[in-house]
């Protein structure tokens, strides 16, 4: 066996995957290819498929865990139901009237979809094919459009019910329900802060974002009330359902989640949308997703197994403590570290991977263990947006009409405003902790 010391194992561990990310390789074999050889050569074969067999036992029989696929499933149900078109052309009527209203009213649906669908996927390819051809074709900068599009998508991520959430509570050991809690605000404060900088963009070039001519909109205004009611009343339920089960101790996530689900598939029959091959197709598409997120975190699982067994957590602690400025200078370098690898590492690889190695990290540096993992998830908001990893860059370029003619570089302008605006909410949040902290206070435990 080699003998190596913990800085020397910080060293080889993390540039061996900064190598391979950047030679082209995909994540998952990457981490685990540098932990096996890594924990070959210092701890020897035994020990190593000792903690491989353990690591991956303890996660398969994660029962929170069972919560993300049914959430998925939940989601992608949902997107087939049709309920993303319906709420469209109610807000259309209602909002249209005003410039920007359109853009309002993507990120408003990307809000209530955040809270039925809970991955970008699902939110971002249904906004660019409901909301985006309705923006551009009445004149809407391409820019605005798709930044809309994308920021109001990616709320899924965020808003709960969210699979980001399910995996990041066992990783840094916070209940999930309380994870739902603590998002729930932050994630509100995103869409008003999305909301207020279109309608001010909007005041002052009103050229990028015209109103829709009133011969479009003249509709009678009870039967607009109707389409807005029957429309945004069933996701409201679905989401009460879920969420309230939580928030008031009757049903922890995954049982809530095992509603959600049942209640999307009465909801997709509801509107005449199921059928068999719509639910094959949805199963197998839960089964696609979800089995990618488990190779991804029994990879992980082995990477941070074998880093933290020979004292890479330690050091990497000690950098961070040791930052100038105190317990806020090294705040401020785990955000940079965060907001760097989302531009480069996909989102589950950092759960898997930084969770467990940063999480000791905040309670060391004195913040509240909820409201400090909240801001790593607030913060990964940014790496669905932020070049040359952006998932919501691509599922919009994908996803959207080339007759549209939107381009790549539409997009990246588009996104940017609303990354800062990412940054914003991050500071209102140090500002001001409640907005994290005190829904999940007022949680019934039985």
């Known amino acids: 066996m080699i003998d190596l010391s913990p800085e020397t194992i910080t ?6 995957v900064l190598v391979g990310i950047l030679s082209g390789f995909p994540l998952a074999p990457v981490i685990a290819g540098v932990a096996l050889i890594v924990g070959y050569l210092t701890w020897g074969g035994p020990q190593v498929t000792h903690l491989f067999y353990s690591r991956l036992y303890d996660l ?28 469209y052309d109610a807000l259309y009527l209602w909002l249209g009237g005003f410039k920007g209203g359109l853009a309002i009213a993507t990120v408003l649906i990307g809000t209530i979809l955040a809270a ?22 009445r004149g809407y900068s391409k820019a605005l459009a798709s930044g809309s599009v994308c920021a109001g998508g990616c709320l899924g991520i965020l808003i709960p019910p969210s699979i980001m959430l ?47 001519p009133p011969e479009e909109r003249a509709v009678p205004f009870i039967k607009k009330t109707i ?53 094959k197709d949805t199963s197998f598409q839960t089964l696609r997703v979800i089995s990618k997120v488990l190779f991804v975190a029994v990879c992980g699982f082995m990477f941070t197994g074998i880093f933290l067994g020979l004292g890479g957590g330690e050091v990497v602690k000690d950098m961070v403590l040791a930052s100038p400025g105190g317990r806020w200078g090294a705040f401020v370098v785990i955000m940079f570290i965060i907001f760097i690898l989302g531009m480069f590492i996909d989102w589950i690889g950092i759960i898997f991977i930084m969770v467990p190695i940063i999480t000791p990290i905040g309670p060391a540096l ?81």
Not at 177 to 203: D, E, N, Q, R, W
Not at 393 to 412: C, Q, Y
């Open 116 to 137: 039925c669908v809970g991955i970008i996927g699902a939110s971002v390819t249904m906004l660019a094919i409901v909301a985006l051809p309705a923006m551009i074709k």
């Open 366 to 446: 004195g913040f509240d263990v909820l409201w400090f993992a909240m801001m790593i998830i607030v913060n990964l908001q940014m790496s669905f947006m932020t070049p040359p990893f952006a998932y919501a860059i691509f599922f919009l370029r994908g996803a959207a009409d080339p007759e549209l003619g939107v381009t790549t570089v539409d997009i990246i302008r588009g996104v940017i405003p609303f990354v800062f605006l990412i940054m914003v909410g991050l500071g209102l949040c140090v500002a001001f902790p409640q907005l994290i902290l005190w829904l999940p206070h007022q949680m019934i435990k039985f």
């Open 11 to 16: 060293i080889i561990m993390f540039a061996g």
């Open 166 to 212: 399910v995996l990041y509570g066992p990783m840094a050991a916070i209940s999930v329900g309380k994870l739902f809690m603590a998002a729930f605000v932050p994630g509100l404060v995103l869409s008003g802060l999305y909301c207020s900088y279109i309608t001010i963009h909007c005041l002052i070039k009103p050229e990028i974002a015209p109103a829709v």
């Open 227 to 279: 389409l807005l009611l029957t429309s945004l009343v069933p996701p409201v339920i679905l989401v009460l359902s879920v969420l309230g089960s939580i928030f008031f101790g009757v049903a922890p996530p995954t049982e809530a989640a095992a509603v959600g689900a049942f209640a999307a598939i009465l909801l997709a029959l509801a509107y005449g949308r199921l059928t068999f091959t719509t639910f």
């Open 60 to 87: 398969v029989r994660s029962y929170i865990i069972l919560a993300g696929p049914l959430f998925i499933f939940m989601g992608l149900m949902l997107e087939r139901s049709g309920i993303a078109g319906r709420m």
